[in-house]
């Protein structure tokens, strides 16, 4: 009975443990998405800029995409970040 016992409660740890894994790499899948985003729109704002650096509007508007595109990017690594740092707590769970 004990043994059942053990194996139940094991199981079910295991299973627990495979959401948590599914969990973080979906996780680190949108962090480096965004991280990818992030520096896409760094990138075209600049390319914006560099075409129209005359235009004050477009200079401004563009700085300013460049900006949040920065925090994206910076975000987006904490996210990726905190995720591993899961993984790591979740492999010395496992072990």
């Known amino acids: 009975?004990?043994?059942a016992c053990l194996a139940?409660?094991?199981l079910g740890f295991d299973f627990v443990l495979g959401i948590l894994a599914m969990t973080i790499s979906t996780s680190l899948s949108m962090g480096?998405?965004?991280i990818q985003a992030g520096m896409q729109r760094v990138s075209?704002?600049?390319s914006r800029i560099a075409v129209n650096a005359a235009d004050a509007e477009v200079l401004a508007?563009?700085?300013v995409?460049?900006?949040s595109g920065r925090h994206?990017?910076?975000l987006s690594a904490q996210v990726v970040k905190t995720a591993d740092q899961m993984?790591?707590?979740l492999i010395d769970l496992k072990a």
Do not use: D, F, K
Request: aromatic share 0%; glycine share 16%.
């Open 1 to 3: 009975m004990h043994t």
């Open 8 to 10: 139940q409660r094991l």
């Open 32 to 34: 480096l998405q965004g």
């Open 44 to 46: 075209i704002a600049g």
């Open 61 to 63: 508007t563009n700085a």
């Open 65 to 67: 995409e460049q900006i």
């Open 72 to 74: 994206q990017v910076g």
């Open 87 to 89: 993984l790591g707590t």
